[in-house]
């Protein structure tokens, strides 16, 4: 069992940045893919970014690319979402999920997901 909880999410500007945070539980977090979905009002969930753990390879949807960094650190069993130069866009509430398999980009492949955190980005 895992069990997530983001972090960070709020109010800011276009071209703003915001840093989300997941903590997860567990001393075997190390193992664990973890990504960062996002679902906005009236869509479908998407995948956004995810990193593997076996090297830490990361993984982004091509609407972030060049703009969010997605990091963990495993000694504070945290993974983090660097986000900058934030669209309206990205409005969207933003979901942690840990992956056994691998740090695939379909949400069907998570097995554990956090309660999300509301990201807003105003024009």
């Known amino acids: 069992q895992v069990q997530l909880v983001e972090s960070g999410g709020g109010l800011v500007q276009a071209g703003g940045s915001l840093r989300l945070s997941c903590a997860a539980s567990?001393?075997?977090?190390?193992?664990?893919?973890m990504g960062w979905f996002r679902q906005a009002p009236g869509k479908e969930r998407e995948f956004v970014a995810a990193?593997?753990?076996?090297?830490?390879?990361?993984y982004y949807a091509d609407p972030v690319k060049g703009r969010f960094t997605i990091s963990r650190d495993n000694a504070k069993n945290t993974v983090y979402l660097q986000m900058n130069s934030l669209k309206p866009a990205d409005t969207a509430v933003y979901y942690c999920a840990a992956a056994w398999a691998r740090a695939g980009e379909q949400d069907h492949e998570y097995d554990y997901w956090g309660q999300g955190t509301q990201v807003t980005v105003s024009s």
């Open positions: 990193i593997s753990w076996s090297v830490s390879s990361t």
């Open positions: 567990g001393r075997t977090f190390n193992r664990w893919h």
